[in-house]
């Protein structure tokens, strides 16, 4: 077990400085996607800010057969390739298949289990035979205990690089609640914690074949998230949210990252 996990010049976990993982939910364009980490880059260098950048090339659980998915894994994998060789940041992208891990496996630098898939064994036993980071998404209907199994999935390997994702918790139909307690009970299995402040405001399928959420309630579950000590936060972002292709009712603007950074760093440095 590791309480710190070093990924491409970035180190996240427990008495370290809060780590920022951000982009856009799917990589809509390569123009755009390199545009946003663009920004994200340079805000971070301005800030001191540790930052990840993610995004997607398939989101391959959307709600409806209809709605956008991405580029494909070829034309994603470029892209992503070129925000980690230009702006020098870690990179960080979903996977869904055996496959997608070994090719994603040599592109980026960490992979991220979906949540509807983090008991999918030989999903998990092929991102940790990467060698990569594996960042393993809490499924929405599992406790923070039965997180234990996903581990040692991925450990089996000889793969020892996790990080640990909370996001939210299913609560009845259509809506989702964050609890706290996760985030002790996660670190609890030795590993740093995230805390995904975007996915965790989701209404699943609430809006009209997609999916709706509470994007305006992004920044108070982020500040709780890190009083609670979390290590790092997830948030998708986007310069207007209104015209995401993909989950924009749960995306913070990109203009208010630096006003939400600031207050996070400081809530960081008091419980840390």
């Not at 991102?127 to 450990?155: C, E, P, W, Y």
């Not at 009209?208 to 920044?219: I, S």
């Not at 290590?231 to 924009?248: C, Q, R, Y």
């Not at 600031?262 to 008091?270: D, K, N, S």
Request: aromatic content about 4%; hydrophobic content about 45%; charged content about 20%.
């Amino acid at each position: 077990m590791s309480n710190v996990v070093q990924i491409n010049g970035v180190s996240i976990g427990k008495g370290l400085p809060l780590v920022l993982i951000a982009g856009p939910c799917v990589i809509e364009s390569h123009r755009s996607c390199l545009a946003l980490a663009r920004k994200l880059s340079a805000l971070a260098e301005e800030e001191g800010i540790p930052l990840i950048f993610k995004a997607s090339f398939d989101k391959a659980n959307r709600t409806s057969v209809d709605a956008f998915r991405g580029p494909g894994i070829e034309a994603g994998l470029t892209t992503l390739a070129a925000v980690r060789e230009r702006f020098h940041v870690p990179v960080l992208t979903d996977v869904h298949t055996e496959e997608q891990a070994r090719l994603a496996g040599q592109v980026v630098d960490i992979l991220q289990i979906p949540a509807f898939l983090c008991r999918q064994t030989d999903l998990l036993l092929a991102a940790g035979k990467t060698g990569r980071v594996v960042n393993i998404k809490k499924g929405q209907f599992l406790s923070a205990a039965d997180m234990t199994h996903a581990v040692a999935k991925v450990t089996s390997s000889g793969n020892r690089n996790i990080l640990l994702t909370e996001r939210g918790s299913s609560f009845g139909y259509q809506n989702l609640v964050a609890d706290m307690r996760n985030l002790p009970l996660l670190r609890n299995l030795g590993y740093p914690v995230v805390f995904d402040a975007t996915h965790s405001v989701q209404r699943p399928g609430a809006g009209k074949g997609a999916t709706g959420g509470d994007g305006h309630l992004v920044p108070h579950l982020a500040r709780a998230a890190v009083a609670a000590g979390c290590d790092g936060i997830f948030a998708e972002t986007h310069v207007n949210p209104a015209k995401a292709l993909s989950d924009g009712p749960n995306a913070i603007a990109y203009k208010h990252i630096r006003t939400l950074w600031r207050q996070l760093r400081a809530i960081h440095e008091i419980v840390g």
